[in-house]
């Protein structure tokens, strides 16, 4: 028997027996799970309803393949030598996937860094080799020809405003120098205000607010057989929208106050994009956090009296019948309002994210597309001229495919198949980018060409990666997994507390098979050894960096040699010429 409620109680709470929590549990989520049950509608709300559901990731998406809760096997037999366990099947599996993604980062970014080693010495000439050796006189074709002088004059453009610019900066005086750096200052002031401004707005919609208002609009007991609400669609985007719209807006701000710090063209291309990092990294972990804070407990506990009451009490209270809430929803003094599956509900706001994100850029292509379109041909007004001239920026969109990435890796755990759904996402921002280039913007103009800013790049993609891995791993050690759903809603540890955290499982796991395998998995899974492993890894990379430095100084050096070398040479040259001049004058003047 699943359903134990206290039939006098106003609030209605589903308590099931502790014994039986997880079998119980199940069968509550399961009873949302109504597929694609659409017979009391027509044919325009069905549609309607389906499209939300697709684009919210709820009802029949929510049980379907993409989430954590459609995994909720667990199964475990033996096999042989080895015992199969579904729950850390899901684990080993996962693991393996970061693995990989782990080796496909840190072999690029140590390949940047060969190859960047390698060009450091030829910086210092960059506009003798742009002029002297860039060139391709195997070039036949009328547009390629075209295309290489123009890049050309692209580059000289850019390189010579760079001359200029660090000219300006040698000549400014001291007024001059505190006048600017006073100016710094204060747009980096109101750039803290605006970045803390965002956090504070993303983390009271998406942990505090938007629960609150699904709650007192009733919408998640909206199921398939009713179209919901239009206000229920939008506050459910609306943590997502809020994210999608900081990291839109904020880059334009950031963009328009750079201008007048008035740095050099690579400082300004770094500052900016340090800043968008900072931005879309900060957004990213606020949402997950805000998320953490409203599942970090346990589900509530209680003790049924025997005239059928039930009194809300800590799990370590003794009680001769234990029951157990399936979810924190609608229940007072509670101290954080757990859902009945939150690994889904998770995946689904990130799964949100990934489909506004994808929107958002769509948008903003249209509204691109139509300024150039309309406003672009009209160039002799320098009005239209300025809204209509669009330029094609690599690193901004850089920026986003790795933001993307950055999101599937933090819902991977969450939402197994949101892998597929970010390459589907890939293709069609490839598709927006060639119509964006094709149709849209005209190729960039001046200093930022020459910059090459892949180390941020490359640097920005290994951060989130480590801090997505720290997240899901906090998560893992400290949140107790739903009762209800996935393939940890029925593990059973020895933990102190009764509450089996799926860290403690995987370790208990380990320890019951004889295989090496597992206890040396065991040993790396450690956090102790991990944290170490972490500092590691953040000590190659500084020797790296350090080494790198290394070569450029020992380059500049045997350069600055070459030079003196060659001077050396050209002035016993000139004196050995004139020497030999001297002396062919003082005979011709010496009489025969």
């Given at each position: 028997?699943?359903?134990v409620s206290?039939?006098?109680?106003?609030l209605h709470?589903p308590?099931v027996?502790l014994?039986n929590?997880?079998?119980c549990?199940?069968i509550?989520?399961?009873?949302?799970n109504?597929?694609?049950?659409?017979?009391?509608?027509n044919?325009?709300?069905?549609v309607?309803?389906?499209?939300?559901?697709?684009?919210q990731g709820t009802?029949?998406?929510?049980?379907?393949v993409?989430?954590?809760?459609?995994y909720?096997?667990?199964?475990?037999f033996?096999?042989?030598?080895w015992?199969y366990n579904?729950?850390?099947?899901?684990?080993?599996?996962?693991?393996i996937?970061?693995l990989?993604?782990?080796i496909?980062?840190?072999?690029?970014?140590?390949?940047?860094m060969r190859?960047?080693?390698?060009?450091?010495a030829?910086?210092?000439?960059?506009?003798?080799?742009?002029?002297?050796?860039?060139w391709?006189?195997?070039?036949?074709q009328e547009?390629?020809?075209?295309?290489?002088?123009?890049?050309?004059q692209?580059?000289?453009?850019?390189?010579?405003?760079?001359?200029?610019?660090?000219?300006?900066?040698r000549?400014?005086k001291l007024?001059?120098?505190?006048?600017?750096?006073?100016?710094?200052?204060?747009i980096?002031v109101?750039?803290?205000g605006?970045?803390?401004g965002?956090?504070?707005g993303?983390y009271?919609?998406?942990?505090?607010?938007?629960p609150?208002w699904?709650l007192e609009?009733?919408?998640?007991?909206?199921?398939n057989?009713?179209?919901?609400?239009f206000?229920?669609f939008v506050?459910?985007?609306v943590?997502s929208l809020t994210?999608?719209?900081?990291?839109?807006?904020l880059?334009?701000?950031?963009?328009f106050v750079?201008?007048?710090?008035?740095?050099s063209?690579?400082?300004?291309?770094?500052?900016?994009?340090?800043r968008s990092?900072?931005l879309?990294m900060?957004?990213l972990?606020?949402?997950?956090l805000?998320?953490?804070?409203t599942?970090?407990c346990?589900?509530?506990?209680?003790c049924?009296?025997?005239?059928g009451s039930?009194?809300?009490?800590?799990?370590?209270s003794?009680?001769q019948m234990?029951?157990?809430?399936?979810?924190?929803?609608?229940v007072?003094?509670?101290?954080?309002?757990?859902?009945?599956?939150?690994?889904s509900y998770?995946?689904r706001?990130?799964?949100?994210?990934?489909?506004v994100?994808?929107?958002?850029q769509?948008?903003v292509?249209?509204?691109d597309l139509?300024?150039?379109?309309?406003?672009?041909?009209?160039?002799?007004?320098?009005?239209?001229?300025f809204?209509?001239?669009i330029?094609?920026?690599?690193?901004?969109?850089?920026?986003?495919?790795?933001?993307?990435?950055?999101?599937?890796?933090?819902a991977?755990?969450?939402?197994?198949?949101?892998t597929?759904v970010?390459?589907i996402?890939?293709m069609?921002?490839?598709?927006?980018?060639w119509l964006?280039?094709?149709?849209?913007?005209?190729?960039?103009?001046?200093?930022?060409t020459?910059?090459?800013?892949s180390?941020?790049?490359k640097?920005f993609?290994?951060?989130?990666f480590?801090l997505?891995v720290i997240?899901?791993a906090v998560t893992m050690?400290?949140?107790?997994?739903?009762?209800s759903c996935g393939?940890f809603?029925d593990?059973?540890?020895?933990?102190?507390?009764?509450?089996?955290l799926?860290?403690?499982?995987?370790?208990?796991s380990?320890?019951?098979?004889?295989?090496?395998?597992?206890?040396?998995?065991?040993?790396f899974?450690h956090p102790?050894?991990?944290?170490l492993l972490?500092?590691?890894?953040?000590v190659?990379l500084?020797f790296?960096?350090?080494?790198?430095r290394?070569?450029?100084?020992?380059?500049?050096?045997?350069l600055?040699?070459?030079k003196?070398t060659?001077m050396?040479n050209v002035?016993?040259?000139?004196t050995?010429?004139g020497?030999?001049l001297?002396?062919?004058?003082e005979?011709?003047?010496?009489p025969?």
């Amino acid at each position: 028997m699943c359903d134990v409620s206290d039939p006098n109680d106003g609030l209605h709470l589903p308590w099931v027996p502790l014994s039986n929590a997880s079998e119980c549990c199940n069968i509550q989520y399961n009873n949302g799970n109504t597929g694609f049950n659409f017979e009391n509608l027509n044919f325009g709300e069905s549609v309607s309803k389906f499209l939300q559901d697709l684009l919210q990731g709820t009802n029949w998406m929510e049980y379907s393949v993409l989430f954590y809760g459609y995994y909720s096997g667990t199964h475990t037999f033996p096999s042989g030598d080895w015992s199969y366990n579904f729950g850390l099947e899901y684990i080993v599996v996962f693991l393996i996937v970061l693995l990989i993604n782990l080796i496909v980062v840190v072999a690029s970014t140590t390949k940047y860094m060969r190859t960047k080693s390698r060009t450091w010495a030829t910086k210092s000439y960059r506009m003798s080799h742009l002029i002297f050796a860039t060139w391709d006189h195997n070039l036949a074709q009328e547009s390629a020809i075209k295309t290489l002088k123009k890049h050309i004059q692209t580059n000289m453009t850019g390189l010579t405003e760079n001359i200029k610019e660090t000219t300006k900066k040698r000549e400014l005086k001291l007024g001059g120098k505190v006048c600017l750096w006073a100016t710094r200052v204060f747009i980096n002031v109101v750039i803290l205000g605006l970045l803390g401004g965002a956090g504070y707005g993303i983390y009271q919609f998406t942990g505090i607010l938007v629960p609150q208002w699904l709650l007192e609009q009733n919408c998640s007991n909206v199921d398939n057989t009713h179209a919901p609400s239009f206000l229920c669609f939008v506050l459910n985007y609306v943590p997502s929208l809020t994210i999608t719209v900081a990291n839109i807006i904020l880059p334009l701000i950031f963009a328009f106050v750079i201008k007048f710090e008035k740095y050099s063209s690579k400082m300004e291309l770094v500052i900016h994009l340090a800043r968008s990092i900072v931005l879309r990294m900060a957004s990213l972990i606020l949402a997950f956090l805000s998320i953490y804070f409203t599942v970090n407990c346990n589900y509530t506990y209680g003790c049924k009296n025997p005239d059928g009451s039930v009194d809300i009490l800590t799990q370590s209270s003794e009680c001769q019948m234990p029951v157990e809430l399936c979810s924190n929803n609608n229940v007072p003094d509670t101290p954080c309002n757990k859902q009945l599956c939150w690994e889904s509900y998770l995946g689904r706001q990130f799964y949100q994210l990934t489909v506004v994100d994808f929107l958002g850029q769509l948008v903003v292509f249209l509204v691109d597309l139509a300024r150039a379109k309309l406003i672009g041909s009209k160039r002799k007004n320098k009005i239209f001229k300025f809204l209509g001239s669009i330029e094609f920026t690599i690193s901004k969109h850089v920026l986003d495919i790795v933001y993307s990435q950055t999101i599937c890796w933090l819902a991977m755990f969450y939402a197994p198949l949101i892998t597929l759904v970010t390459v589907i996402k890939m293709m069609l921002l490839f598709l927006l980018r060639w119509l964006y280039v094709r149709f849209v913007c005209k190729p960039t103009l001046g200093k930022q060409t020459v910059i090459q800013p892949s180390s941020l790049f490359k640097g920005f993609l290994l951060l989130a990666f480590s801090l997505s891995v720290i997240a899901l791993a906090v998560t893992m050690k400290t949140v107790q997994p739903s009762v209800s759903c996935g393939p940890f809603r029925d593990v059973k540890c020895s933990a102190p507390d009764g509450a089996c955290l799926i860290y403690d499982f995987v370790i208990e796991s380990l320890r019951l098979n004889d295989s090496w395998f597992f206890p040396v998995l065991e040993f790396f899974l450690h956090p102790t050894v991990l944290w170490l492993l972490i500092v590691l890894f953040i000590v190659v990379l500084c020797f790296a960096c350090v080494h790198g430095r290394s070569q450029k100084r020992l380059a500049n050096v045997l350069l600055n040699e070459l030079k003196r070398t060659n001077m050396a040479n050209v002035k016993l040259q000139i004196t050995s010429e004139g020497d030999q001049l001297l002396r062919a004058s003082e005979r011709r003047s010496t009489p025969l």
